[in-house]
């Protein structure tokens, strides 16, 4: 009787791994609808269903993201979510700090084409520092001067290096559109965000799944459909249109499931991987980047996919994930800051621990001489702290070898939290949770001794765990 049941468990494994290597190693290719007939006279008028991505800002600048869509609402159900189709036309951009709308600036009209999935970045100069900024968006078919629609949005600048002001922000990782918590309204943890009026985001990557889920983005547009209808929702929508961002991607929004460059998901190229993330998002001239909030707090955002060595490389001084160009730029930086509080934002992580059965960060053995590299690096910078997306549970750790403190936010919803267990704790876990929610980070607005407070959240903004540092 026991052999049967063995032979029932093998049969239905091995059922499994043939479905799963159809799938997503071969994975079947689908189409999406049409969308049906365009409207004509005015009701041809563009919309903004994907809302506004304000993104990058500095004390001066910041950037603007938008898409015209064909139809105010999103009209058409592909069983895998609602199409939102693009539209030409034009778009141009009004702001003016908050209060003082007599100040206001706008910029030229601009052209919005299909080659671009119908999206446009628009970047503000000379801004005021530290001020809250109104915006709105305006678009228009071609040349058509009568059909002009508006989406309102608002974002705040950075303060001055030398201003000793407070910050708060939120991390944020993995946003699967099939685990989602709220029904077509989203996420819950957006309404909880908004609400808490924080000065930024950082999403960490894996902000879609190509290949997680039905419609397998197995071409351009299937990966710009799981972009458009992500952001089509109404909960993060009305967040992204009231708070400034900053994007990182990581494997799932560039590919495929730990993907390095030259690989290629069905008919989507890596190339056209990249491309599309930049298209997506507000984004400077480079994928990794340092921003600094005043006196106290200066961050920088890593690229852990455009540089990194095939993970099936035998391990050695050569194998990287940061590349040489990005190691060398980061040293450089984290040198000559004098921020009080120095955070590293990774895609993956780098203190860990991980799980055995992974091969793709710099806590698993197949990166393990660069990670050692950089845990001896940033050990030996003060009031420097790491914090990382990917992982699918919450956690503090301390590295036993050099100390370097790492935070992981977890996942955006409990639907999402595995991967780990409570069983699993080690000695280097200082707080340990399989759930999901967010990462707050506050530094106080003081100019003497200043905090930094790290708290972890619930979805519905609970605390789990706070850990804070003073300056000594």
Same mark, same amino acid.
């Given at each position: 009787?026991?052999?049967?049941?063995?032979?029932?468990?093998?049969?239905?494994?091995?059922?499994?791994?043939?479905? #799963?290597?159809?799938?997503?190693?071969?994975?079947?290719?689908?189409?999406?609808?049409?969308?049906? *007939?365009?409207?004509?006279?005015?009701?041809?008028?563009?919309?903004?269903? +994907?809302?506004?991505?304000?993104?990058?800002?500095?004390?001066?600048?910041?950037?603007?993201?938008?898409?015209?869509?064909?139809?105010?609402?999103?009209?058409?159900?592909?069983? #895998?979510?609602?199409?939102?189709?693009?539209?030409?036309?034009?778009?141009?951009?009004?702001?003016?700090?908050?209060?003082?709308?007599?100040?206001?600036?706008?910029?030229?009209?601009?052209?919005?084409?299909?080659?671009?999935?119908?999206?446009?970045?628009?970047?503000?100069?000379?801004?005021?520092?530290?001020?809250?900024?109104?915006?709105?968006?305006?678009?228009?078919?071609?040349?058509?001067?009568?059909?002009?629609?508006?989406?309102?949005?608002?974002?705040?600048?950075?303060?001055?290096?030398?201003?000793?002001?407070?910050?708060?922000?939120?991390?944020?990782?993995?946003?699967?559109?099939?685990?989602?918590?709220?029904?077509?309204?989203?996420?819950?943890?957006?309404?909880?965000?908004?609400?808490?009026?924080?000065?930024?985001?950082?999403?960490?990557?894996?902000?879609?799944?190509?290949?997680?889920?039905?419609?397998?983005?197995?071409?351009?547009?299937?990966?710009?459909?799981?972009?458009?209808?992500?952001?089509?929702?109404?909960?993060?929508?009305?967040?992204?249109?009231?708070?400034?961002?900053?994007?990182?991607?990581?494997?799932?929004?560039?590919?495929?499931?730990?993907?390095?460059?030259?690989?290629?998901?069905?008919?989507?190229?890596?190339?056209?991987?990249?491309?599309?993330?930049?298209?997506?998002? *507000?984004?400077?001239?480079?994928?990794?980047?340092?921003?600094?909030?005043?006196?106290?707090?200066?961050?920088?955002?890593?690229?852990?996919?455009?540089?990194?060595? *095939?993970?099936?490389?035998?391990?050695? *001084?050569?194998?990287?994930? #940061?590349?040489?160009?990005?190691?060398?730029?980061?040293?450089?930086?984290?040198?000559?800051?004098?921020?009080?509080?120095?955070?590293?934002?990774?895609?993956?992580?780098?203190?860990?621990?991980?799980?055995?059965?992974?091969?793709?960060?710099?806590? +698993?053995?197949?990166?393990?001489?660069?990670?050692?590299?950089?845990?001896?690096?940033?050990?030996?910078?003060?009031?420097?702290?790491?914090?990382?997306?990917?992982?699918?549970?919450?956690?503090?750790?301390?590295?036993?070898?050099?100390?370097?403190?790492?935070?992981?936010?977890?996942?955006?919803?409990?639907?999402?939290?595995?991967?780990?267990?409570?069983?699993?704790?080690?000695?280097?876990?200082?707080?340990?949770?399989?759930?999901?929610?967010?990462?707050?980070?506050?530094?106080?607005?003081?100019?003497?001794?200043?905090?930094?407070?790290?708290?972890?959240?619930?979805?519905?903004?609970?605390?789990? +765990?706070?850990?804070?540092?003073?300056?000594?």
């Amino acid at each position: 009787m026991q052999r049967k049941h063995l032979k029932i468990i093998k049969v239905v494994a091995l059922v499994g791994f043939a479905i #799963w290597s159809v799938e997503f190693i071969s994975p079947r290719h689908y189409r999406l609808p049409d969308p049906g *007939p365009a409207p004509s006279g005015e009701s041809a008028a563009v919309h903004m269903v +994907n809302g506004l991505k304000i993104g990058e800002a500095t004390s001066d600048s910041a950037i603007i993201w938008t898409r015209l869509t064909r139809d105010p609402e999103t009209e058409v159900d592909t069983g #895998w979510g609602r199409l939102v189709t693009g539209v030409s036309g034009e778009v141009r951009v009004l702001y003016w700090p908050d209060g003082n709308e007599a100040a206001r600036r706008e910029t030229d009209w601009v052209a919005v084409h299909e080659d671009g999935d119908f999206t446009r970045q628009i970047k503000l100069s000379g801004l005021d520092a530290a001020t809250n900024y109104s915006v709105v968006v305006e678009g228009r078919p071609p040349g058509n001067q009568d059909l002009i629609s508006r989406h309102d949005g608002r974002f705040r600048t950075a303060p001055m290096v030398g201003e000793a002001a407070g910050v708060r922000f939120t991390v944020l990782t993995c946003m699967s559109f099939h685990r989602i918590d709220d029904g077509a309204n989203g996420n819950k943890i957006f309404p909880v965000m908004e609400s808490m009026d924080i000065d930024f985001l950082v999403h960490t990557g894996d902000i879609v799944y190509y290949d997680k889920a039905k419609p397998y983005a197995t071409d351009l547009s299937l990966a710009r459909f799981k972009w458009n209808r992500m952001f089509a929702l109404p909960n993060h929508r009305s967040f992204f249109d009231n708070t400034g961002g900053y994007f990182m991607k990581d494997d799932h929004d560039t590919l495929k499931n730990d993907a390095w460059p030259g690989q290629w998901y069905g008919g989507l190229t890596w190339e056209q991987g990249l491309a599309t993330f930049r298209e997506q998002v *507000p984004m400077s001239e480079k994928t990794y980047r340092t921003f600094r909030w005043g006196k106290h707090l200066q961050f920088w955002l890593i690229e852990g996919r455009d540089f990194r060595s *095939p993970n099936t490389m035998p391990d050695g *001084p050569d194998k990287t994930i #940061w590349g040489e160009e990005q190691k060398e730029w980061f040293f450089e930086t984290v040198q000559a800051s004098d921020a009080t509080y120095k955070l590293v934002i990774s895609p993956t992580p780098i203190v860990g621990p991980d799980r055995d059965d992974k091969y793709d960060n710099h806590t +698993n053995q197949s990166f393990r001489t660069e990670g050692e590299e950089l845990r001896a690096f940033l050990s030996s910078i003060d009031n420097l702290f790491v914090i990382t997306g990917d992982r699918h549970w919450q956690y503090v750790s301390e590295d036993p070898e050099t100390g370097l403190i790492e935070f992981a936010s977890g996942p955006t919803t409990d639907r999402q939290a595995s991967g780990f267990s409570l069983e699993e704790r080690q000695p280097m876990h200082k707080y340990l949770n399989i759930k999901g929610g967010f990462l707050s980070v506050e530094v106080t607005p003081v100019d003497e001794d200043p905090e930094i407070i790290f708290t972890h959240h619930g979805v519905d903004g609970s605390v789990y +765990n706070q850990v804070a540092f003073r300056l000594e």
